[in-house]
């Protein structure tokens, strides 16, 4: 019989605390110990070596976010009941759980056209069947389907607890002190109005504080060249071994569930027909796949898998404009007289691109601050200094991935 209680020794939150049967049912589940085996920031820890936490802990740490978010509201005279309380923490714990191996990396290169929040909606309907439809109001509260948006905001928005953790985690294990957040108080200045979750107006700084560090963590961390680079030598690779497959030569995965992946083509019903398969996939399949094709007979796949391995990476240049085509070309030129292969096949070796970030996006669901007075005004509409100017403009940067000479 499962236990009622569980603590968990986080090194970011503390003790977290598991109450529930269901919770710990979900969590003992094959689907999500998957997750153990999926770090959570890809090859990040190629640039920062501590960055080598995987999906469970962040879903952990967002769990408890949760916890101490229903908590607060609740202390606040908010009626949330224990059945939406539980869909919650379950929406949350299971909010990542359709990530493919090395996360947003891969995605679209081994499920075409499949976001992963998708394939997260997927599995949580599989184990609502499996768990006797205990797993409905979760379902609901994480498709924005239920009668209190607040509790879909918590879980999906530009101030959930799913940011919270993960800005707060990965600048834990990157040791980048620009992304620590004052998740603490934020939870605290948390409130609700029309059932719309918002932000006293105390809270204000702490929200500028909060956008201020993501935004910093995007390009000194997500978006870092050296992270940049090897998640698009794994791109290729991919690319490369489903291009052999694909004119009758033989690139055999480590595992038979990548296996399935490469040599399959993508139906409008292949996920939800092949969901068990894919379950079964995460970063070491991938990782033990490149090791093996590090030996494979085909040049640019072996250099590539190598290169990977040994982090000998494509150099990157970062710029405002996009590159010139005869800079472009000349880059291709170089790699094509060094390796002795086609223009084509150098197009895995020299390739451009574009990396972005914004801020705040207001198209996206808004942060509302409300005043003391009972009005509610959207944070980009306060005259602030510090968010207020350019708040909501895309910054675009290009870059160039190419063989070090």
């Not at 998640?231 to 399935?260: C, D, H």
């Not at 991938?286 to 190598?306: A, E, F, G, Q, Y």
Request: net charge negative; aromatic share 10%.
């Amino acid at each position: 019989m499962t236990p009622a209680r569980k603590i968990i020794n986080d090194p970011v939150h503390g003790f977290i605390t598991v109450d529930h049967p269901l919770l710990l049912d979900i969590i003992a589940h094959p689907y999500y110990q998957r997750l153990r085996r999926i770090y959570q920031m890809a090859f990040a820890h190629l640039v920062y070596p501590g960055a080598v936490h995987t999906r469970l802990h962040h879903s952990l740490g967002a769990y408890h976010l949760m916890s101490c978010a229903l908590t607060e509201l609740k202390s606040k005279g908010f009626d949330i009941t224990p059945d939406e309380e539980l869909g919650a923490k379950i929406a949350i714990l299971l909010h990542d759980i359709g990530h493919g191996p090395f996360s947003h990396a891969l995605e679209n290169e081994l499920v075409k056209n499949v976001h992963h929040e998708t394939i997260s909606l997927l599995i949580m309907k599989t184990l609502n069947e499996e768990f006797n439809g205990n797993l409905q109001t979760a379902i609901d509260i994480f498709t924005d389907n239920y009668p209190k948006p607040f509790l879909h905001q918590l879980i999906s928005g530009q101030l959930d607890v799913d940011r919270m953790d993960y800005l707060t985690r990965d600048s834990f294990f990157t040791g980048v002190a620009e992304g620590v957040i004052g998740y603490d108080r934020i939870i605290k200045m948390l409130t609700i109005k029309d059932d719309q979750l918002m932000v006293e107006e105390k809270g204000i700084y702490s929200i500028e504080k909060f956008l201020v560090s993501r935004r910093l963590m995007y390009w000194q961390v997500y978006l870092h060249k050296t992270v940049v680079s090897a998640e698009k030598m794994l791109v290729n690779i991919i690319r490369r071994a489903k291009e052999l497959i694909s004119q009758g030569i033989k690139a055999e995965a480590a595992t038979e569930p990548l296996n399935f992946f490469l040599q399959n083509q993508n139906a409008d019903s292949f996920i939800e027909d092949n969901l068990g398969v894919f379950c079964r996939l995460d970063d070491v399949d991938v990782t033990c796949t490149i090791k093996n094709w590090c030996m494979h007979p085909d040049k640019v796949l072996s250099l590539l898998c190598n290169f990977l391995i040994d982090r000998k990476l494509l150099k990157v240049k970062l710029q405002n404009d996009p590159f010139p085509e005869d800079f472009v070309a000349d880059k291709k030129r170089e790699v094509m007289k060094k390796l002795g292969i086609s223009e084509k096949e150098a197009d895995y070796f020299v390739f451009t691109g574009e990396a972005s970030n914004t801020t705040y996006n207001l198209a996206d669901e808004n942060i509302n601050i409300l005043f003391k007075d009972g009005t509610v005004r959207d944070i980009s509409g306060i005259d602030n200094a510090l968010i207020h100017r350019h708040l909501n403009t895309t910054i675009k940067k290009y870059y160039i991935c190419f063989l070090r000479t």
